[in-house]
Every structure is written in structure tokens, then in C-alpha cells.
Nanobody, 126 residues
Framework: QVQLVESGGGSVQRGGSLRLSCAAS????????VGWFRQAPGKEREGVSC????????IYAESVKGRFTVSKDKAKNVMYLQMNNLEPEDTAVYFC???????????????????WGQGTQVTVSS
């Protein structure tokens, strides 16, 4: 059974850093397409960063390029999102997700992902 559990959220001031973790079970994260998404109050869920298993490409949203870095720890079966130079606009609930094993989404779009964690809150104050 596929399960994803996020952790590491919290409250920081502008310019601060956080590292989110996504612990996976029921599948090998290292071989899967996985992604980070976020949803701010009153807004639609959006892709933050995704890693495509088909070609190893990592996708970042324009708003986080140069500030966020996604990585995987194969031994621990955990995916991380290192977030630096945080801004109030980054305030949201952050989710990790993966598609069905037979699906190979090309875009970092929430509608193409099927299994989701419960989310972790990130709040950035000015």
C-alpha cells in the first residue's frame, strides 16, 4: 500500500530556511516519479518541484527556482525539499505525491498525481 508522510513544516521569518521530508512506503521512491506541491488559502494546488523517473528530469516552478532544491535519499526512501530564502508568498500546505506506477506524467501538475500525503504547513512571516 502506497503511503506518503510529510514532515518538517513550521513557521519562519522571511529569508529563513526549512527542510521538508516525505517518507514513502509501499514503493521504491528512487525509481518513481514524485513531486512536491503546495496549496495556499483560497488558491489552487500548484506544483513546486517534481522528479520524473522516465528521464531523471527535475522540474521547478519559476517562483522557487534558485531557492528550493529537491532530493531523494534512496537508503531511507525519503524525498526532501530544501527551502531557502523563504518569502511570505511561500506560505502554504505542502504535499508530496506520486502517480500510479503505470503513469508517467510529464508536467508537474497536481491532476496527474494520484497518491498524496496529508500535508505539512509552512508559514513565512514578514
Amino acid at each position: 500500500q502506497v503511503q506518503l508522510v510529510e514532515s518538517g513544516g513550521g513557521s519562519v521569518q522571511r529569508g529563513g530556511s526549512l527542510r521538508l521530508s516525505c517518507a514513502a512506503s509501499g514503493f521504491q521512491l528512487d525509481y518513481a516519479t514524485v513531486g512536491w506541491f503546495r496549496q495556499a488559502p483560497g488558491k489552487e494546488r500548484e506544483g513546486v518541484s517534481c522528479i520524473r523517473s522516465s528521464d531523471g528530469t527535475t522540474i521547478y516552478a519559476e517562483s522557487v527556482k534558485g531557492r528550493f532544491t529537491v532530493s531523494k535519499d534512496k537508503a531511507k526512501n525519503v524525498m526532501y525539499l530544501q527551502m531557502n530564502n523563504l518569502e511570505p508568498e511561500d506560505t502554504a500546505v505542502y504535499f508530496c505525491a506520486t502517480p500510479y506506477a503505470w503513469a508517467h506524467p510529464t508536467a508537474c501538475a497536481p491532476g496527474e498525481y494520484d497518491y498524496w500525503g496529508q500535508g505539512t504547513q509552512v508559514t513565512v512571516s514578514s
